[in-house]
């Protein structure tokens, strides 16, 4: 059995899966693979394992005749086309659970940042302009005050739900799931954009999230809002945002994922009420390296004819 990787994990993937197969190629070039290299990548392999920035589509599973295992080395599963993937009969494996808590923490700094403005706070000390205290310069969110609004109640939602208790926040959600015991009330979206001081997405990309953020659910929201994306980029119209942000100087976002990663739209990291890192939400060490550990365990697996342990269910 033949078994190709991607990218270089945080583990050494190649010399770990090596006893289990008859050749493991790693096609580490410093980039995601283009869709020819991925092409011809997959080609000869039975059990591959993949990032997120490399899509699954069917024209590249139409090169993949002998593709039995597919891990990707994310949670989300959008890159991938599972209605294909189901009608091949290859498994796929993905990584949730370990990247929960550092998501959460993300979501959190994202927060506290945005809600602080801590982004246009630290270039007025840079650009020279601080002298001295001053008592209205740049007044934020009294978080103990406020209303956090979150988008999809899952593991990340939750996590992030938690923490809130300790910020004294009062806490509403949106979720389409069902979900029990969890903190915080249950309210519609266009309630949730109304009542919201701080809204955090952590909804899947699906058919039915994409743009669920747009001009309009956008100018729904208080106009010093502050908006945390830590899902997918697609989630929210980017080019709406971008206008939105201009008209409202007193909204600020926090946004680890974009639209049309890697690309961002234009102006929007020019803007001052707009804090953006680059899709880095589940990297702590342990969380990559987990995953990393779950790609690889569930290969070997695989392999031996074992049970998956974490196959998502197609
Ligand atoms: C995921 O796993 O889906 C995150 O976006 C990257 O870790």
């Not at 119209?237 to 049309?260: A, Q, T, Y």
């Not at 995953?291 to 690889?296: D, L, N, Q």
């Not at 365990?297 to 998956?308: I, P, Q, S, T, V």
């Amino acid at each position: 059995m033949r078994c190709g990787v991607t990218r270089q994990l945080p583990l050494d993937a190649k010399s770990l899966l090596a006893p289990y197969f008859d050749s493991v190629e790693l096609y580490e070039k410093g980039r995601p693979l283009t869709q020819e290299e991925l092409s011809h990548a997959i080609s000869d392999k039975e059990v591959f394992i993949c990032q997120l920035t490399e899509p699954i589509t069917q024209n590249i599973l139409e090169h993949a005749n002998r593709l039995r295992f597919l891990a990707t080395f994310s949670t989300g599963v959008d890159h991938l086309d599972l209605k294909a993937l189901k009608q091949r009969g290859i498994k796929v494996s993905h990584t949730p659970g370990v990247l929960t808590e550092a998501t959460a923490n993300l979501a959190w700094a994202l927060i506290l940042s945005c809600s602080r403005k801590l982004m246009p706070a630290q270039r007025y000390l840079q650009d020279g302009k601080f002298n001295g205290f001053l008592p209205s310069l740049f007044l934020g969110l009294a978080l103990e005050q406020s209303t956090l609004g979150i988008v999809g109640m899952g593991k990340i939602g939750q996590a992030v739900a938690h923490r809130a208790r300790a910020f004294g926040m009062k806490v509403i959600y949106f979720t389409r799931s069902s979900v029990e015991g969890v903190e915080g009330v249950s309210v519609s979206f266009e309630e949730l954009l109304e009542k919201s001081d701080v809204i955090s997405i952590h909804c899947p990309l699906t058919p039915h999230t994409k743009h669920l953020f747009n001009s309009k659910a956008l100018s729904l929201m208080k106009s010093d809002a502050v908006l945390i994306n830590t899902a997918r980029g697609p989630i929210v119209n980017e080019e709406g945002l971008v206008e939105h942000l201009k008209r409202n100087p007193n909204c600020f976002v926090g946004l680890d994922v974009f639209e049309n990663e890697p690309k961002v739209a234009p102006g929007l990291l020019e803007l001052p009420n707009a804090l953006c890192v680059p899709h880095i939400g589940s990297a702590s060490r342990w969380a990559r390296e987990q995953m990393a550990r779950i790609c690889i365990e569930d290969a070997m697996r695989f392999a031996r004819g074992e049970k998956l342990q974490y196959e998502y269910s197609l």
